[in-house]
């Protein structure tokens, strides 16, 4: 009944008015001038209703004015299905199913920005169909370990790299009237103890690594949400933060949007008025059997907000400042009358996914080009493995999605090979047969009673008589693998998935392995199989992104954006102890140290000395690339100058492909630690056989500057630095020096 009567007015509010149109509703009239008009038309209890939600996902707006409900939804990857008012447990609609795009860390691989583009439009028409305000996504946590379970939601281990993906997703996203959500701010690098961990970072580390690409998705992609991330930081909750919202957010960046907690994030109704929460969901999960008759009346920004007014404790100047924030993302989107009416499953949506997902995946090894497959009558395709066959889409958490379809790798080299070459399949281990998330299932049965040695058995009696094998595996969706509320326990693969590449490799010298999962795996059979690939989760097209790779129709352009460490003790954060944290005398509070600082991912490797078992940057292509000689345009920049650097790049192989050309700084005569380089820039180039392009790259003093943490500001010391540029962080191919003055 709320819901068609503010359906009504909403409707009402897009009509020619009759008399005098309220300012708030006239939508040629500058949103400023429209907030201030509605918030003084708002009694106390409206501006309390709309800072907190009314079900799972959607916050009430004012029915009375006519101001629409706020619709949010997850995210990231594609439209997640609905739920019930105040449950988890699926509302049973049949029509809820999406595409499913690749994950982030696949979208972050294509080292692309149209790709970026490209995916905020698809996934944003997908959300304008079901009528969706809000995305909760992107995310952009910095890859910090890879035990990390969710880090296939987010976009690697660099910050330049994230910033540059976000940015077009948030662009394209809200240009459809939908809100980006971006999440989660922040320091949320982990799962283990998500809620409890306070992360104790120097500011220089805060500003350098883990906040660009949240800056970066506000001030440059003009983000009109943010979700505050579940752990402490500084001892107070992210989700309602001095130093984090206040600060930095809403003070540094100007951000005039909303700040949205995560889902129970909210904890203390005071620090949620003064520490910058605008909106608040998901206290308490279950949110009607606390007991109340209406929980949400009894969230931190509810009934015991309105409390404190009442009783003169504190002011209305915070609720103001929210209610505005809030009502500014109505009026972006919930009344914004102008945004289409989106479109879901399409054929283009299917069509994009599949892209996106061949072009982040990333070719690692190729020994003897056993890769492409080139099918002819007769050859036979032997596909091993689990995750051939297993439904990815369901799973992992929140970023669960019930699809209308979803291609398994094995269907797509089957539809590839089809009336060419034979393909045969043999299952090899056993992982994780369920297939359910609150509610959606695979509808698969996986059920296998074999022994792993029977298993093992029959996939390598069939490899013997097999002209390729491709072994399908990695990690699944499943809890302490790469899913939500749980870490992984190790980098190694599970399942006894190694003696089962082990026992193929000995059988067949052209087995190709692809490695399903958001993070890096341990491969100690690394060096005993001719090519191994690595798959993210690819969504609905999965199969065939695949096997568009596979055999040749994309030439592989994925760059890793995260290291591959050989073992687990080769990362940062483990190297130095500083994971999962230590827990607290007589609290709940975890402290985890972030030991290692600025040097994440490649920084730490570099400046340590510590080979990856594949690096940041890295992927093959089915061509080469030749690199002539780095120039620069001066030898020496101003201090409010640029300089450019440039490199030709030549095809040099006899298929066309694209090259993602990486530019990383170093400045050797610094007065503090630097790391060894850092990505500066990058440009993905497409090349024809033969073909030369001079790829060029603007350098500012900006992207010489380190985070002076005592004077709070960046500083670029004047001296010497080196552009090196190159195929991949461990793959530099020239360098040029050039003087800052
Ligand atoms: C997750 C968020 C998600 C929210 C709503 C939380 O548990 O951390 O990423 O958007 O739930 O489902």
Redesign the pocket.
């Known amino acids: 009944m709320k819901n068609l009567a503010s359906f009504a007015l909403a409707i009402a509010a897009t009509l020619p008015a009759f008399g005098n149109m309220p300012a708030y509703r006239d939508t040629s009239k500058p949103v400023e001038e429209r907030v201030e008009d509605a918030l003084a038309r708002m009694t106390l209890q409206e501006k309390i209703n709309i800072i907190h939600a009314q079900s799972k996902f959607c916050a009430p707006g004012v029915p009375r004015l006519g101001i629409p409900e706020l619709w949010t939804t997850?995210?990231p990857h594609g439209i997640r299905p609905e739920v019930l008012w105040d449950e988890w447990d699926q509302a049973g609609w049949t029509n809820d199913s999406c595409v499913a795009f690749p994950a982030l860390t696949c979208l972050a691989a294509t080292w692309n920005p149209d790709m970026a583009a490209l995916y905020g439009t698809s996934i944003g028409e997908e959300a304008r169909y079901r009528g969706k305000d809000v995305l909760?996504g992107p995310g952009v946590n910095i890859y910090r370990t890879p035990l990390n379970g969710r880090n296939f939601e987010y976009m690697g281990e660099d910050p330049l790299l994230a910033s540059r993906m976000v940015v077009p997703y948030v662009k394209n996203l809200q240009a459809l009237g939908v809100a980006a959500c971006v999440?989660?701010y922040a320091l949320n690098n982990n799962e283990v103890n998500r809620h409890t961990t306070n992360a104790v970072v120097d500011d220089r580390t805060l500003y350098e690594i883990y906040l660009p690409a949240f800056k970066a998705a506000v001030q440059e992609g003009g983000a009109w949400s943010i979700?505050g991330a579940?752990n402490y930081y500084k001892d107070q909750h992210a989700c309602h933060n001095q130093y984090l919202l206040n600060d930095i957010l809403k003070g540094e960046w100007g951000f005039d949007g909303a700040v949205i907690s995560?889902?129970g994030g909210t904890h203390d109704t005071r620090q949620a008025i003064t520490n910058g929460l605008d909106l608040e969901f998901?206290s308490w999960t279950n949110g009607l059997s606390n007991g109340a008759s209406n929980a949400y009346d009894n969230y931190y920004m509810a009934a015991p907000y309105l409390d404190l007014i009442r009783k003169g404790e504190v002011g209305t100047k915070e609720l103001d400042d929210k209610v505005r924030r809030v009502l500014r993302l109505t009026f972006r989107t919930a009344m914004d009358y102008s945004k289409g009416s989106g479109a879901i499953c399409s054929e283009e949506h299917y069509d994009a996914a599949r892209r996106i997902g061949a072009e982040g995946i990333v070719l690692l090894r190729n020994e003897g080009s056993v890769l492409p497959i080139r099918p002819a009558s007769g050859t036979r395709i032997l596909v091993v493995g689990e995750n051939a066959v297993k439904m990815m889409t369901v799973g992992g958490?929140?970023s669960s999605l019930k699809v209308q379809r979803e291609i398994s790798p094995l269907d797509g080299i089957r539809n590839s090979a089809a009336g060419v070459a034979s393909v045969d399949y043999a299952r090899g281990y056993v992982g994780d047969v369920s297939g359910e998330y609150n509610g959606v299932t695979t509808g698969q049965n996986l059920a296998d009673s074999r022994t792993p040695a029977e298993l093992i058995a029959e996939a390598v009696e069939k490899a013997r008589n097999a002209d390729y094998v491709v072994f399908v595996g990695g990690l699944n969706k499943s809890a302490g693998q790469d899913c939500?509320d749980s870490d992984r326990a190790s980098l190694g693969l599970p399942y006894g998935q190694d003696a089962v590449i082990e026992a193929l490799a000995a059988a067949n010298p052209r087995t190709i392995v692809v490695n399903v999962s958001g993070n890096a795996v341990a491969m100690p059979w690394v060096k005993k199989v001719p090519a191994i690939v690595q798959a993210w989760f690819l969504g609905s097209e999965a199969g065939n992104s695949i096997a568009d790779v596979l055999f040749g129709r994309a030439n592989p352009s994925g760059k890793l954006p995260f290291t591959f460490p050989v073992a687990l003790a080769d990362n940062g954060a483990h190297a130095l102890g500083a994971y999962p944290g230590t827990r607290r005398e007589g609290s709940d509070i975890v402290d985890l140290e972030y030991s290692e600082g600025i040097l994440v991912g490649y920084r730490w490797h570099d400046t340590k000395k510590i080979k990856p078992l594949f690096a940041f940057g890295h992927g093959l292509s089915y061509t080469t690339f030749g690199y002539g000689k780095a120039g620069v345009s001066a030898s020496s920049m101003g201090a409010d100058g640029t300089i450019t650097v440039s490199v030709p790049v030549t095809n040099t192989g006899d298929i066309a492909g694209a090259e993602v050309v990486q530019l990383y700084i170093s400045d050797p005569e610094c007065s503090v630690e630097r790391p060894t380089k850092e990505l500066k820039d990058f440009k993905k180039v497409y090349l024809q056989p033969g073909e030369s392009r001079t790829v060029e790259f603007t350098v500012r003093p900006s992207d010489l500057a380190y985070f002076d943490a005592a004077a709070h500001e960046w500083v670029a010391e004047p001296g010497r630095f080196v552009a090196s540029i190159g195929s991949a962080s461990d793959d530099i191919r020239t360098s040029v020096k050039f003087n800052l003055k």
């Open positions: 997850d995210g909760l999440k989660h979700m579940y995560d889902w998901g958490g929140s939500e």
